[in-house]
C-alpha cells in the first residue's frame, strides 16, 4: 500500500497534539497544519463541555463532605450558605442532564430548561434566605427529627 | 510525461486522503475554507451533504409512515445494574423537588399576614400528636433517598476515576450500596 504502517501511526500521534489537518495546496502538494494549538504550548483549554463535567464531580464531591461535617458540627451560618449554593447546584445540574434524555424537540427544550433555571434560582434565593432570616438547614433538619 | 507525473500524483495524494478519512485523521469536511477547490475537495464536501440528506429523510419517513415501535423498557429483563441506575435517578429528582419546594415554600411563608418562621411550623406539627408511625414513614421517605443517592454517588464517581467497571465488582458495589443505604437509614430515623 502507498502509506506504510510507521507512516500512519507517526501521523496519529501527530493528531494527538492538538488538531492536524491536511489539505491539498495550490500546486497539488500535501501541506499539513495544525487547526487548533499543539500541546506542547500552554495555551490548551478544556472545552465547555469538559469544564462542565469536571464541576459537576467538583460538586458533588464538596457535598459528599460537607453533608456529614454539618451533621457533626451542628448548626453553623458557614457550613449552611456553602449548603445553600451546593444543593442548588447539584440539583440543577442534576435536572439539566434529565431533561436532556427525555425532552426532545428544540421549543420544548428551551422551555423546560427556562423554567429549570428559574426553580433553581428561586431554591438558591429560598436557601440562603433561610439560612440568613431562619433557623438554616442544619437547624432544621434537627428540629423536624425531634418530631417523635 | 508531464501530464503523467500530475496524474499520478494526484491519484497518490487521492488515496493519501481516502487513507486519513479512513483512519479517522481528517474529517471529509475541512473545517477551514479550502483555498484551492480541486475536484478532491469538492468530492468530499458533497458527499458529506448527500449523506446529511439521506439520513434526515429516513428519518422523517420513518415518522410519517406511523409504524409502531418495537417494545423496550416493557420487556427488558430488570437488572440490579439498571435499577440501581434509575434508583439514583428516581431519588435524586425525588431530593431536588423536595429541597426547591421546600425552600421557596418557607420562604414565601416568611412574608405576608399569616408569616410563620421554621419553629413555629415544627410546634404546629407537634401539636397535631400524629401516630408514631407517620414521623418514621416521613423521616424515612426523605431518609432512604438520601443515604441511597449518597453512597450511590461515590460508587458514580469511581466509575469517573475509571474504577469498578467489571462485571463483578458492578454487582458486589451494587449489592454494597443497596445494604449501606436500608442499614444506615433505618438507625437514622428512629
Known amino acids: ?148 | 510525461g508531464a501530464t503523467l507525473a500530475r496524474q499520478h500524483m494526484l491519484s497518490r495524494q487521492h488515496t493519501l486522503m481516502r487513507t486519513l478519512v479512513r483512519n479517522g485523521l481528517v474529517c471529509s469536511q475541512p473545517a477551514v475554507a479550502p483555498q484551492s477547490t480541486n475536484a478532491l475537495e469538492r468530492f468530499a464536501s458533497t458527499r458529506a451533504d448527500k449523506q446529511a440528506a439521506v439520513a434526515r429523510d429516513f428519518f422523517e419517513k420513518n415518522e410519517k409512515s406511523g409504524r409502531p415501535m418495537s417494545p423496550h423498557l416493557t420487556i427488558y429483563s430488570p437488572q440490579l445494574t439498571s435499577m440501581l441506575s434509575i434508583t439514583h435517578r428516581g431519588t435524586g429528582i425525588a431530593l431536588t423537588c423536595a429541597i426547591y419546594g421546600g425552600s421557596i415554600y418557607l420562604m414565601s411563608a416568611h412574608h405576608g399576614a399569616n408569616a410563620t418562621d421554621f419553629t413555629t411550623l415544627v410546634e404546629g406539627i407537634k401539636a397535631m400528636q400524629l401516630p408514631a408511625a407517620v414521623p418514621f414513614v416521613a423521616k424515612m421517605a426523605v431518609t432512604f433517598p438520601m443515604m441511597f443517592h449518597s453512597f450511590n454517588g461515590v460508587r458514580h464517581l469511581a466509575w469517573d476515576s475509571g474504577k469498578g467497571f467489571e462485571m463483578k465488582k458492578l454487582y458486589q458495589t451494587g449489592w454494597v450500596v443497596l445494604a449501606l443505604a436500608i442499614g444506615t437509614s433505618a438507625p437514622l430515623c428512629i
Not at chain 1, 97 to 121: C, E, R
Not at chain 1, 128 to 137: A, E, K, M, N, R
Request: proline residues 4%.
Open chain 1, 1 to 148: 500500500t502507498m502509506l506504510s504502517r510507521s507512516s500512519i501511526l507517526a501521523a496519529r500521534s501527530l493528531s494527538k497534539s492538538g488538531s492536524v489537518m491536511f489539505r491539498v495546496g495550490a500546486a497539488g502538494q500535501l501541506q499539513c497544519f495544525h487547526s487548533s494549538p499543539p500541546l506542547n504550548e500552554k495555551t490548551s483549554h478544556d472545552s465547555a463541555a469538559t469544564s462542565h463535567w469536571k464541576f459537576e464531580r467538583v460538586a458533588s464531591v464538596a457535598l459528599l463532605g460537607l453533608v456529614p461535617a454539618a451533621a457533626i458540627v451542628g448548626p453553623n451560618q458557614g457550613i449552611d450558605m456553602a449548603l445553600s449554593v451546593l444543593i442548588p447546584l447539584h440539583c440543577h445540574w442534576g435536572m439539566q442532564q434529565v431533561i436532556m434524555d427525555y425532552v426532545h424537540g428544540k421549543t420544548t427544550l428551551t422551555a423546560a430548561n427556562a423554567a429549570l433555571s428559574l426553580l433553581s434560582l428561586l431554591a438558591f434565593a429560598g436557601m440562603v434566605h433561610f439560612t440568613l432570616y431562619d433557623v438554616g438547614p442544619t437547624k432544621a433538619v434537627q428540629l423536624l427529627w425531634t418530631i417523635k
